[in-house]
Every structure is written in C-alpha cells, then in structure tokens.
C-alpha cells in the first residue's frame, strides 16, 4: 500500500484511494496464498498422480505441467484472478498521481540535477534508444511501461512504478522496498569482509529502490546506476536525495554503457533485470559487465531461481509470467542455465557464484548471517516466492 512511501515524493492518496490499494493488496495476498495453495494441493492430488499413471513417469519439465494443469479450474481462477489483479494494482494508484503529477514534477524538477544535497546527479541522454522490448509491451501489465512521458520532465512512470510496486509487495519488502537490495548486500559484505568496493554499478536500477541500499552498506563506494528510461532516473534522483544517498544515475543501455576511461567497478548488479531481456540481449549485458568489472571484481544478478534448481510444480508456477504478464523473455531467461550466462560473457567456469540470501526485512540479521557459511542451492517454497519467510537467488562470476 501507498502509506508505506515515506520520502519526499510521497503523494497523498484520498481515503477511497488508500482503501482500494489495500483492497488490491489484500487481495493478491489471497491469490498468491489460499488460492496458490490450493492450486498447488490440486496437482499434488489429482494431476500428478494422473500424469505418472498415463505416462508411466514424473513429468518432466513445467511445460509438462503447465499442459496438464491448464484444464484445471484452479488453475483458470488462480490465473484469471490473477491477471486482474495485476491490472488493478496499477490503476489502483493512477488517480492519486494524475492529481498530484503536475506539482510532482515540480518537486522533482527542483532538485538539481547534480546534486540535492547529496551529491549524486542524474545525467539523461535523448539519444539513447528505447529498446523494442520496452517500448513495443506493457512490461507486467503496467500501463506506458517504463519510458512513456506525457510532458517535459515527467515522472509519471517513475510514480507509477514506486507507487504501484507498493500495492503489488503487499508490505514485504520493507518501506523503501529495498529489501533485495538490503539483504544481497549486506550479504556480500559479511561473506567477503576483504571486498571493499570503491565502484558499484547497477543495471536497468528503475526508480532505485534496489541501488540504494548498495550505497548505505559500501558508504566509501561510488555508486552509479543506468537504466533506458529517462522517467524512471528523473525520479530516481529525487528520491535517493531525499532518502539522503549519494547515487550517480544515467541513462544508457546496460549493453552499452559509456564511462569514459574511467577505472573499472568493483561490483556490477542488478536485480529483477535479465529475466525482460530478450536472450541476446541477456548475452550482450554479461559480456558488457565483464568488460565494465575490473580483475577480481564481482558481478551479481537476483532473479528468480531458474528452472534448473526448481522441480517442474515450482518451475510452472515461476513461469506463469511469461504466459499472462507481459514478461514474454521470463521463460527462455529462467530456461538459461546461470553458468552458462557467465561464461558467454567471459566469466571463467570457476568463478562463477550463487547463493541463496534470507530476507533482511522478514527473517533478520541472525538468519542472514547463519547462511553465509552456508554452500547449498536449496529452493524450497520461501525461495523468490512473495512469503513472509521470503529467500533471495543470486548468481554471477568473479572476474
Ligand atoms: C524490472 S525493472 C528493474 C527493477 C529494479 N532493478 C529494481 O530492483 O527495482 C527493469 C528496468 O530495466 C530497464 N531496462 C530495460 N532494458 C534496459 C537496458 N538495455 N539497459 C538499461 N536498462 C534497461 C527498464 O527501463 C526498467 O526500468
């Protein structure tokens, strides 16, 4: 819900506002526990048993499943809830920012671009392309996607993003839903106390939310981050001014990131990026992050995790984006074993790195901390699942 933004560019929405993005909320609360649920107990009874007596074996992929549960009228309401739900999320927030977008882009036009107190700065290119990908679909059903702007300096996209992604995590990602951010790097910091970057760079960062906690956790480091959408940074700079961090934004394509002859970075991110890349596109970030890192520098990518750690149930239920939510690369990303990302990029097989991080915001620091030394992939239902006991997958490669 929206009374979860607390920095500067909050905007207030009316009662009746309020009470449907809680509605909203509650409601894929609902879809993505009792009704998963029962979908989940569906298949465990009816469909897989049914599969094994036909085809004399498990099924073997989510496709399998996805094919088998189609015809199930859990699976139809699940989804058809689903989707409107998702619809809804967005325009649960559109009329609280139509009537505040005016002075929203005031505010944020007075924040100077190189610096608002903080020092960070925001550095827009109209020459960079918006990519197919982005401009041709309503990526998650959000209407303009990311780079629509509907005057100068608009934010609305920016707004839409972070007040619609508030309704959408229901509260569990902490109330700069940053917890991905938060827990990945406090993570790193614990597992590899000698890593002290002085450069980090986050790719396709949107509003931020994600880079932030980077710059608090590593606050000797300079951070920067690129995304393609221009109202995404204009909003981005506002808010980490306002959230009092230090980030320097820009808008360029993460495949094609021009920084000069500056020296290389320390640590390359992203989170919940890849997986709206089509695959070339996917190939070309890894090989461009390789070339961004300097030696015995470290990338590292959250995502779901991907069908190679999960069994073919959780693979069909991670899938469903790709069919009804305007994710359309979802599938063919998740497909991609994480390994073979690195070494298309460069990355040497034995460098590569994954882990699984408990949520900062859900689980604390005593959990986070007993799964440093832990070396096991285990996915098990918490893991990228939005539940209150939530787990993180990363991956990426040493260079
Ligand atoms: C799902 S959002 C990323 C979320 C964000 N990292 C976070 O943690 O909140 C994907 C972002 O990638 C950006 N994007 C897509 N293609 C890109 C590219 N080639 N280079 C840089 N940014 C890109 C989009 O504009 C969008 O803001």
Redesign the pocket.
Known sequence: MTDYIRHDLRIEPTRDELSRQRFVSDIRRHILGDLANGMRATYHKKVQPALVRVNGREPEDGVEVHRAMRGESSYRFYSAMRVNCQKLVWRSVIPTIERNLEDLNRRVAGVDANGGGQGGSVTLDPDVET?PY?ANHDVHLMPGC??TEYGDDDVAAGALYDNGGAVFSMGLFGSERDD??ASIARFISLKFPELRPRRIL??????G??TLPWARTFPEAEVHA????AP?LRYAHARAEALGARVHYRQ????QCDFGGEPGFDIVW????LH??PPK?VRA?FREAYRLLRPGGLMLHMELPPNCHTVPYESFYFDWDSYYNQEPYYKAFRDMRPIDCCTAGGFDESNFVEFIVPSLARNGEEELKAYVSRDDITVDENTGRLVPSIRWYCFGAWK
């Open positions: 990519p982005v990311y780079h991905i951010g986050d790719m396709g960062c949107s509003i939310s994600n690129v995304d393609v959408a995404m360029m394509d993460a495949s992203s989170s919940m990026f709206e890349l596109k970030v």
